[in-house]
T-cell receptor
Framework: GAGVSQSPSNKVTEKGKDVELRCDPI?????LYWYRQSLGQGLEFLIY????????KSGLPSDRFSAERTGGSVSTLTIQRTQQEDSAVYLC?????????????????FGPGTRLLVL | SQKIEQNSEALNIQEGKTATLTCNYT??????LQWYRQDPGRGPVFLLL?????KEKRKERLKVTFDTTLKQSLFHITASQPADSATYLC?????????????FGKGTKLSVKP
């Protein structure tokens, strides 16, 4: 009955290295999101996967960022040639949209995040 | 431009008082609005959803209002407790948006003093 899990919980890396962040969504949730949250800032949308559709990459800040979602479940966010400004908490969320009499509704369930520090 | 703003970065109140947090939006037509709670070092947790045709929704000590004329949602915590201290985020789903168009505010940090 697990919620969304993310690994690692903390990552310290050197500038210029590549990092991979993992997200395990709630089983059965068709949508998966990646956000970035810098200290004292709001959630910055990065990328969104919905089922087998092409992902919405409109929030990725540069071509150093990429993400995959294999088999409609686990997702990996990769940051290449990390920079100090990439330091932030990276949050993953999953959701299942429900159609109600009032229209589509979704609630996002968040993981605990990965704290990335680029030295 | 489209904006979603929460009234203040921080709100300090005394235990037992009612906390009121504000979420204002510009140039959106939300189908609904949600409130989340985020504790330090944790991801946000869903609290309440209110639709654009609903004026008010309650859950235990929480009350949310939604005024589409003022383009504003208010989030109230009555009989506040130190355990209510957290950051509260509002998020809206824009009309015409499918999944993926949930837009978050920056949050208000609430501190309840004993």
């Amino acid at each position: 009955g697990a919620g969304v899990s993310q690994s690692p919980s903390n990552k310290v890396t050197e500038k210029g290295k590549d990092v991979e962040l993992r997200c395990d969504p709630i089983s059965g949730h068709t949508a998966l999101y990646w956000y970035r949250q810098s200290l004292g800032q709001g959630l910055e949308f990065l990328i969104y996967f919905q089922g087998n559709s092409a992902p919405d990459k409109s929030g990725l800040p540069s071509d150093r960022f990429s993400a995959e979602r294999t088999g409609g479940s686990v997702s990996t966010l990769t940051i290449q040639r990390t920079q100090q400004e990439d330091s932030a908490v990276y949050l993953c969320a999953s959701s299942l949209a429900l159609q109600t009499s009032g229209g589509w509704e979704e609630t996002q369930y968040f993981g605990p995040g990965t704290r990335l520090l680029v030295l | 431009s489209q904006k979603i703003e929460q009234n203040s970065e921080a709100l300090n109140i005394q235990e037992g008082k009612t906390a009121t947090l504000t979420c204002n939006y510009t140039n959106y037509s939300p189908a609904y609005l949600q409130w989340y709670r985020q504790d330090p070092g944790r991801g946000p947790v869903f609290l309440l959803l209110i639709r654009e045709n609903e004026k008010e929704k309650r859950k235990e000590r929480l009350k949310v209002t939604f005024d589409t004329t003022l383009k504003q949602s208010l989030f109230h915590i009555t009989a506040s407790q130190p355990a209510d201290s957290a950051t509260y985020l509002c998020a809206l789903m824009n009309y015409g948006g499918s999944q993926g168009n949930l837009i978050f505010g920056k949050g208000t940090k609430l501190s309840v003093k004993p």
